[in-house]
């Protein structure tokens, strides 16, 4: 499973999407309860065009870990391009509360909806 994922990482690094997409896919038969390798399929699929398969990657990833900074930067990501900058504000405001002190998560997502708007 960490072996899939580091290199799922390195495609997604690469731009490479459809075949980290595959590594994922693979990396999740073994282990579909990591949150990381659902929220790295959200990124990619989002990245490839797929918004369903990015929808459903990042809201499994939250089911497994709420807190996750990086799912939930690029959920509101997704709203933001699905035109829910209301749905991209909730997100930013459970970044705020899981970065009191900020974070890279918190800091590009509020900048992606100061563009947005």
């Not at 896919?25 to 699929?45: H, V």
């Not at 809201?59 to 959920?75: D, F, K, M």
Request: charged residues 25%.
């Amino acid at each position: 499973m960490k072996e899939q994922l580091k290199a799922a990482e390195k495609l997604v690094y690469k731009e490479q999407y459809p075949a980290a997409i595959e590594k994922l896919k693979e990396a999740l038969i073994q282990d579909d309860e990591s949150a990381d390798a659902w929220n790295l399929l959200g990124f990619a699929s989002r990245k490839s065009g797929d918004l369903d398969t990015a929808k459903d990657a990042y809201s499994r990833a939250l089911v497994l870990n709420g807190n996750h900074l990086g799912a939930l930067q690029y959920q509101g990501e997704l709203f933001i391009t699905l035109g829910q900058i209301d749905n991209a504000k909730t997100n930013l405001t459970r970044l705020n509360d899981v970065c009191p002190s900020g974070c890279e998560e918190q800091a590009e997502l509020a900048a992606a909806i100061v563009a947005a708007e």
